[in-house]
């Protein structure tokens, strides 16, 4: 939940499809949530939140920190206090981009109006394309090594 309580800008109001592996997560999400439900008995305030604290109330940003903060620390070769939250954004991004995703289809993902803020904002994540029109012309014109003997 945003402070004011709603997104950042209308295009943030949109429907993308989850991966499968994050559908898996949220479904046993939900099933951790009933029995935090079932345990708050009377405490629990339902607000139909996806993620709130062990009584249903709506998460405030230093929540969400300390339990990211949680999660780090549990994978080996990660230092919590490098990262934040806001990383993940970052490494969404980068991965994309390092799988070949057009930079067109980032920018729509994340939300951007157009592809210069992309590049602008996450300019360092976003894969070199410099080399792909050397590799394309290496294809259509393959060298000739008799010529250059």
């Known amino acids: ?3 004011r309580g709603d997104t950042k800008t209308r295009k ?3 429907t993308l499809r989850l991966p499968e592996r994050c559908v898996e997560a949220l479904t046993d999400h939900l099933q951790h949530q009933e029995i ?3 345990t708050a008995g009377d405490r629990w305030r339902h607000h139909n939140l996806v993620f709130c604290t062990s009584i249903g109330t ?3 940003a230093a929540n969400v920190r300390r339990a990211f903060r949680r999660v780090v620390a549990l994978t080996p070769g990660l230092n919590a206090a490098d990262w934040t939250p806001r990383e993940l954004r970052h490494s969404f991004v980068s991965l994309l981009s390092a799988s070949g995703v057009q930079i067109e289809q980032i920018s729509q993902l994340v939300g951007h109006k157009s592809t210069q803020v992309t590049e602008t904002v996450y300019w360092h994540e976003l894969r070199p394309v ?3 029109g050397a590799e394309a012309m290496d294809e ?5 090594r008799e010529s250059l003997s």
């Open 58 to 60: 709506e998460l405030d």
């Open 130 to 132: 410099l080399t792909e």
């Open 12 to 14: 943030s109001r949109r």
């Open 140 to 144: 259509i014109l393959p060298r000739n």
């Open 36 to 38: 935090a439900r079932a």
């Open 1 to 3: 939940m945003r402070e």
